[in-house]
């Protein structure tokens, strides 16, 4: 074959580009996350839950970009989809 017929080899890797942010779109990514939610209550035990900005929550219930992976009496660890953890942390009353 002399001339090449448009298709891509499925065996090569793709070459990947990568993802640009401005430092701004950075920050503003982290500070939406890292806002202050109200926490109304937490139930811990052997099935812990926790009611957020007045919306009741279960380990494992989506929760924004991510799910609620942990629920403690201080603290409640987000997992985002790219493995990605954050803390929503307590406050005592």
């Known amino acids: 074959m002399a001339g ?7 065996t090569r890797p793709q070459m990947l580009r990568p993802v640009v942010a401005t430092p701004e779109q950075l920050m503003q ?11 109304d209550m ?3 035990g052997s099935s812990p839950w926790v009611v ?7 380990e494992g219930d989506p ?12 603290q409640i660890t987000i ?3 790219e493995g990605e953890t954050w803390n929503i ?5």
């Open 4 to 10: 090449t017929s448009g298709l891509q080899d499925p």
């Open 29 to 39: 990514s982290v500070e939406e996350k890292r806002r202050d939610y109200r926490i």
């Open 42 to 44: 937490i139930v811990v």
């Open 52 to 58: 957020i900005d007045g919306e009741r929550y279960r």
């Open 63 to 74: 929760f924004g970009d991510g799910i609620i992976q942990r629920i403690t009496r201080t």
């Open 79 to 81: 997992r985002t989809p």
């Open 89 to 93: 942390d307590v406050q005592p009353s």
